[in-house]
Nanobody, 126 residues
Framework: VQLQASGGGLVRAGDSLRLSCLASEHTFSNFSDAGMGWFRQAPGKDREFVAAIPATGAYTSVGAPVKGRFTISRDNAKNTVYLQMDNLQTEDTGVYFC?????????????????WGKGTLVTVSS
């Protein structure tokens, strides 16, 4: 499965970014059957759960540090999952990874994700 994350960049605190993650159709034909997630990793820190969405998109889960600021969504017709990030803070700086879950449901632990994209860098300056 090939996942291509995009949309990262350098922004100032308080700004917004929208990340996209495209799952290649020719390598992943069952996008609509899989839960999807976003994780991030800051320099010197462990990978951290950001948000997840089940195959149906009927509900979502977001991590406590980003609750109220980040929103995950998906478009199964486009094999794409999104992460809308509002009111970005310096502590949101890191590499953001999208991942495909081995289940249809929301999972917050990395161990439940089988495929990972290469990540996109988000840098938030003060």
């Amino acid at each position: 499965v090939q996942l291509q994350a995009s949309g990262g960049g350098l922004v100032r605190a308080g700004d917004s970014l929208r990340l996209s993650c495209l799952a290649s159709e020719h390598t992943f034909s069952n996008f609509s059957d899989a839960g999807m997630g976003w994780f991030r990793q800051a320099p010197g820190k462990d990978r951290e759960f950001v948000a997840a969405i089940p195959a149906t998109g009927a509900y979502t889960s977001v991590g406590a540090p980003v609750k109220g600021r980040f929103t995950i969504s998906r478009d199964n017709a486009k094999n794409t999952v999104y992460l809308q990030m509002d009111n970005l803070q310096t502590e949101d700086t890191g590499v953001y990874f999208c991942a495909v879950s081995r289940t249809r449901y929301v999972q917050t632990a990395p161990k439940y994700y089988d495929f990972w994209g290469k990540g996109t860098l988000v840098t938030v300056s003060s």
